[in-house]
């Protein structure tokens, strides 16, 4: 992590709390120093949990020891026998200190290994120069030979970025949904017993692992998922059989809980997601079994305003029927990207949906259409580099190629494919997820060109050209 890099907006007393952690200190070793309840510790590891993007307290107390927002400092003292200490506890404790130890020697194996390399860097930098002088002295002191032209290097070719494991779902699946609230979660989906209603939870450790949660009351698949104020809204999805259900089911992720929200105003699946200023927009979808039944109907729903107790039909229909779209937000504007229409054609269209501004926000001339035809394919839009990605979705080899777009660009922008991002296998039917302000890119499940289906969940680290500038190379 690059000194560079905005540090997080923690508080001082979550910064008190995390120095804490980092002594390994247990949430009522934390309460006790703090005067203050393990409830009260408890909410100030989920705001900084959130603030970080991390799923627990080892995950934060890493995060914060890579950022330098702490260091690691004596333990408080072991509490009693007579306070009800247990093993657990102390385990806890012995345990976050050896990792907080741990990182703290990174943390200076990793400056000693900069500093070498900054000073390796000036004085390479001062030969090149010197070599230089040289050059350009011995060749205009050649009679007849003009000045010497020095050298120039082309650009460095961009490298591949790589793909990084994010750990194996339990099996493998496709038309999953996946969401980051205070984890990342996988829910739903098809594997090769049938639909799923499992509800997975990233557990990140030595070994990267999902960790079954309650399961969601409706198995589906074909789904997606939207966030909202920690909670993760599942709306609709199809059977075993193909076809859609009106059911919105909401996981409480503070509790591990599912309950039933507003049903939708038909069944649906296959369709596409979006969040805008805390209000979801559903995007066409099949509402039922074949492709006829394609819809271009725009629904939202509100779950913060208590007075939404239903889903809102928008005037404003997309301009022809869609489904296994994709969706993706930058900056507000929600792309609506290919899809299949109501004679199962693939489509290359891109369509904007601008739902805070006033007047139509449609049209078929907004968007860069895509390279070719695309359905089954997964999207994510970056707002800090204002940039689309699109993965998947074709049935040949191209569909490992990543396509971008950049919104940022002049007029005359279009979409790019190829290095320096692929993705291996290729598949269609997986699961896109933007998360830390656009820093990492993940991708669940999904099936490859000869119809496999695919357990593998990935990630791609964009963070280290947003920090460099270098935005326009992936």
């Not at 690059?2 to 949430?27: F, Y």
């Not at 050298?151 to 990084?164: H, K």
């Not at 913060?304 to 029927?321: F, G, H, I, K, N």
Request: charged share 25%; with cysteine; net charge negative.
């Amino acid at each position: 992590m690059s000194d560079l890099e905005p540090r997080p907006p923690i508080s001082d007393t979550e910064l008190e709390i995390m120095r804490l952690v980092a002594t390994g200190a247990t949430n009522r070793e934390i309460a006790r120093a703090r005067t203050i309840s393990e409830a009260t510790v408890k909410k100030h590891l989920t705001n900084i949990n959130a603030k970080l993007g991390t799923g627990n307290r080892t995950e934060a107390m890493r995060r914060a020891l890579e950022l330098g927002l702490v260091k690691v400092q004596g333990p408080l003292p072991t509490i009693a026998d007579d306070e009800d200490a247990d093993g657990s506890a102390v385990g806890e404790s012995l345990s976050s200190r050896r990792l907080a130890e741990e990182l703290e020697r990174e943390r200076r194996q990793n400056r000693r290994a900069r500093r070498w390399y900054a000073a390796g860097t000036v004085s390479l930098m001062v030969l090149s120069l010197i070599g230089l002088a040289w050059i350009l002295r011995t060749g205009a002191a050649r009679p007849g030979q003009g000045t010497a032209t020095p050298a120039t290097s082309l650009p460095a070719a961009p490298r591949d970025l790589q793909w990084n494991p994010g750990g194996r779902l339990k099996t493998a699946r496709t038309g999953l949904a996946m969401a980051f609230a205070d984890g990342l979660y996988v829910i739903g989906g098809q594997d090769a017993a049938g639909v799923l209603d499992e509800t997975l939870r990233l557990q990140r450790g030595l070994v990267a692992s999902w960790a079954a949660l309650p399961p969601k009351p409706t198995a589906v698949r074909d789904i997606s998922a939207a966030v909202v104020g920690g909670q993760i809204v599942v709306p609709g999805g199809c059977d075993a059989d193909g076809m859609p259900t009106a059911a919105v089911e909401v996981f409480d992720t503070e509790r591990d809980v599912w309950q039933s929200g507003p049903d939708l105003p038909r069944a649906i699946c296959a369709y596409g997601l979006a969040v805008v200023n805390g209000r979801i927009y559903l995007f066409g979808g099949r509402t039922g079994a074949d492709q006829a039944t394609a819809s271009d109907e725009v629904w939202s729903w509100s779950p913060a305003l208590q007075s939404e107790t239903s889903w809102r039909v928008e005037a404003r229909r997309m301009a022809r029927p869609r489904y296994d779209l994709a969706v993706a937000v930058v900056d507000d504007e929600v792309h609506v990207l290919g899809g299949r229409d109501d004679a199962g054609e693939a489509s290359r269209s891109h369509w904007i949906f601008r739902p805070l501004a006033a007047g139509s926000p449609w049209s078929e001339d907004q968007g860069m259409e895509l390279p070719e035809p695309r359905a089954g394919h997964a999207a994510a839009g970056l707002g800090i580099l204002r940039r689309l990605y699109v993965f998947g979705g074709t049935q040949d080899r191209s569909a490992a190629a990543v396509i971008t777009l950049d919104l940022a660009a002049a007029d005359g922008a279009d979409w790019v494919s190829g290095p320096p991002i692929r993705v291996h296998p290729p598949r269609s039917g997986a699961a896109a997820l933007v998360r830390g302000e656009g820093r990492e890119i993940w991708l669940a499940g999904g099936t490859g060109l000869d119809g496999e289906l695919l357990n593998e969940t990935i990630f791609l680290n964009l963070g280290q050209f947003m920090l460099a500038g270098q935005g326009a190379s992936p």
